[in-house]
């Protein structure tokens, strides 16, 4: 038997579960006898010597994924699948997609273990032990360990030269750091003094922090268990700095920009960069099976095309993906559906669940003393938002589809509120001149634009990402609408990283992005989004720093409403259920009121486009990149070609 959550833990699970809360002991299926006796894609290196027989390369209990229980169907192997990514960096959604994870959501948002055989939470939600399935191996066929778990901690995020600032933060309570223990070859555990309620959630999430490595792989450029000699000559051979930038260089199991480095993946990435064209082969070792025991994935080889975004509309209506949604958007939903007859794919609709398609973020952190001031005056937030025509937005664009929103929960949420999508939303120019002109911001040059206090004029640069065309078209809507009450927009296109950097710098006056990913939070979900702990959080990008440096960077909340969250976010992290929901009521409230970030539109249909003979993708699903990992949830290891 595998146990997955233990009956003391049934609190902390739910904390997790996402829109369903489930409890006690659940078992795994039970692993029947391989319907194949191997991969055919295999077979020569099998039949060579060259690679174990599959029940070999298997963990003693793989992972059995129960397709009754997600209305899958048993496949076939072989073939492969294209879609198309708009840059080579984008090669790192193959981890998203694969959505291997200790522990991951189902596609009811529960949590359950996946390469973790079963974890185990004491009641007090303190005490994590992990399982680990014996047998299990890296992609290279070296063992998955203790060890791996323990060369992470110890030599990684321990390590000054590797981690100046020490782990990340979810493994800490407040400035207690993880206890971090060996119980044996195949388990392990973290432990603190008080709940640490971001633990199960950071293991789970679309962008893992990947608390193992392959440490038999990483051992052979750490100055611990290299020669001095040997390690120095590879730093110089690569024209690097140190040691630490050469195995952060090599360690990249997000970004997969080292080919050579072993993956627990379904599929290995083949092609090095740079490329218009990324190939990823199926890992030998991969830990899942389908009911009858064979290994998965189904499909052979994933193909990551990279084009021009502007191309890749009419690159998927000719018929040249299996599988697309990135890039697409609801503009192009006409256009692929007239295409659909000429070609062999499905156009669908999936859901989203982001609190906002779009929005835009106020850097209330911004080093423009004059603008800042301006900024943090709600009443200009709250007039630049009535001040925007949604409902043209939402005709123009989205065929009245959509819905004027702000950026927040959405109505699937436990939390939400009607006010917290609808307050300040209304189109009413008359109400926001009455907000601007009670600021003392009612002087005027002779294009009617409204001067700031230092007399300069009311011109707003928001920069974009460069990403969504869309953006580029919202804002001409919100800069007409805008002009109205005497406040001139610019639109400035940059790139994502750009962006972000003159966001965190306080260059950045105003930024337009996408809105909140998790607009399906419940009371147990980290309100991280909504309180001033990121950097990236563009309405407050220094705020965040602070928090994520522990003081030694950014700056500290000196607005009262921040002030006030951050106490919230506290109470949250200390709570029981009853007051965590307290808590996020609190913080959605003070949201609400503050216009922190200002949504324009939200309930924006995703087109996703997949080919006809490709099977066990579902036909109504939610596109979200946390919780959800877009396809991930979905497992497209298990998706299959009948033909």
């Known amino acids: 038997m ?50 174990p027989a599959m029940n070999d390369r298997l963990p003693e209990h793989p992972h059995v994924i129960d397709f009754a229980g997600e209305g899958k169907e048993i496949g076939k192997y072989g073939g492969e699948f294209v879609t198309i990514m708009g840059r080579s960096k984008d090669i790192r959604m193959a981890v998203v997609y694969g959505y291997a994870r200790l522990i991951g959501y189902d596609q009811d948002l529960n949590l359950r273990p996946d390469i973790l055989e079963a974890l185990d939470v004491n009641e007090e939600g303190n005490v994590f032990t992990l399982h680990i399935r014996k047998g299990h191996k890296w992609s290279d066929g070296e063992p998955f360990t203790a060890e791996d778990f323990r060369y992470y901690w110890e030599d990684i995020v321990n390590n000054d030269e590797l981690f100046p600032v020490g782990p990340p933060r979810f493994l800490f309570v407040g400035n207690e750091p993880a206890t971090f223990e060996i119980l044996d070859e195949y388990t392990v555990r973290y432990s603190w003094s008080q709940p640490n309620p971001f633990f199960l959630a950071e293991l789970a999430a679309t962008r893992p922090p990947f608390i193992y490595r392959p440490a038999h792989y990483l051992k052979q450029f750490h100055e611990n268990y290299r020669d001095a000699d040997e390690l120095q000559a590879m730093v110089e051979e690569r024209g690097l700095r140190s040691w630490a930038v050469l195995h952060t260089d090599i360690d990249r199991p997000y970004k997969l920009s080292n080919i050579h480095r072993p993956s627990l993946e379904p599929w290995l990435i083949t092609t090095e960069e740079p490329s218009d064209r990324f190939v990823f082969v199926r890992n030998p070792y991969y830990h899942r099976v389908d009911p009858e025991g064979n290994q998965l994935p189904y499909i052979d080889r994933m193909i990551f095309n990279i084009s021009n975004a502007k191309l890749v509309p009419a690159k998927v209506g000719a018929g040249e993906v299996d599988l697309q949604s990135r890039i697409l958007s609801l503009k192009d939903y006409t256009f692929l559906k007239q295409s659909e007859a000429n070609q062999n794919y499905d156009v669908r609709l999936w859901d989203v669940g982001a609190g906002a398609y779009a929005a835009l973020y106020p850097n209330l952190t911004c080093s423009d003393p004059v603008w800042r001031e301006v900024l943090r005056d709600v009443r200009f937030r709250r007039a630049l938002s009535l001040a925007i025509n949604r409902t043209e937005i939402n005709r123009v664009m989205f065929f009245g589809l959509a819905q004027p929103t702000n950026n927040t929960v959405l109505p699937k949420s436990p939390l939400f509120k009607p006010e917290y999508r609808e307050s300040y939303t209304d189109f009413d120019v008359k109400a926001a001149n009455q907000l601007l002109d009670a600021m003392g911001l009612d002087e005027r040059n002779g294009e009617g634009i409204r001067l700031l206090p230092d007399g300069r004029p009311m011109e707003i640069i928001v920069e974009t990402s460069g990403e969504n065309p869309e953006h580029d078209d919202m804002l ?82 000196d607005m009262p409403a921040a002030k006030e969250l951050m106490e919230q976010y506290r109470k949250w992290q200390t709570s029981n259920e009853a007051g965590q929901k307290q808590a996020w009521q609190a913080i959605l409230d003070i949201n609400s009121e503050n216009m922190f970030s200002i949504g324009l539109i939200g309930n924006v249909p995703q087109p996703v486009v997949i080919d006809k003979d490709m099977r066990n993708v579902p036909e109504k699903g939610i596109h979200s990149w ?15 070609w009948d033909r």
């Open 2 to 51: 595998i146990s997955v959550l233990n009956p003391s833990m049934s609190r902390i699970h739910r904390a997790f579960s996402g829109l369903v809360m489930t409890t006690g002991f659940l078992a795994a299926s039970v692993l029947v006898a391989p319907a194949h006796a191997e991969v055919p894609y295999f077979e020569d290196a099998v039949a060579s010597g060259s690679l």
């Open 626 to 640: 946390e919780p959800g990992a877009f396809f991930g949830i979905y497992r497209p290891d298990t998706f299959w």
């Open 476 to 557: 001409e809507l919100v800069g007409d609408s805008w002009r109205q009450v005497g406040i001139k927009l610019f639109v400035k296109g940059l790139q994502r990283e750009v962006m972000r950097n003159r966001a965190y710098t306080g260059e950045t006056i105003m930024s337009i992005f996408n809105g909140v990913d998790n607009g399906l939070a419940t009371p147990n979900t980290a309100p991280d989004e909504f309180v001033p702990v990121l950097q990236d959080s563009l309405q407050w990008p220094k705020w965040g720093q602070y928090y994520q440096t522990d003081g030694e960077a950014g700056e500290a909340p």
